[in-house]
């Protein structure tokens, strides 16, 4: 018991630590997916646009 109580700050930095690291690998997880959610977003209009240009010119 006094062995815990005297590691207590320690437990409670690692905890922090733990959390704050945590949330940090979240919101970059976050961002990248942001991001190739956005890419996505913006290469498709041209993808379509460039698979409709090359089915023209396969019917013609």
Not at 29 to 44: D, E, F, P
């Amino acid at each position: 018991m006094s062995n815990i109580q005297r590691n207590k700050p320690f437990i409670d930095f690692m905890d922090g630590f733990q959390y704050i690291t945590m949330n940090m690998g979240m919101s970059l997880v976050g961002k990248m997916i942001q991001r190739q959610v956005w890419a996505t977003a913006i290469a498709l209009p041209q993808r379509i646009n460039q698979s409709v240009m090359e089915w023209e010119r396969y019917l013609r």
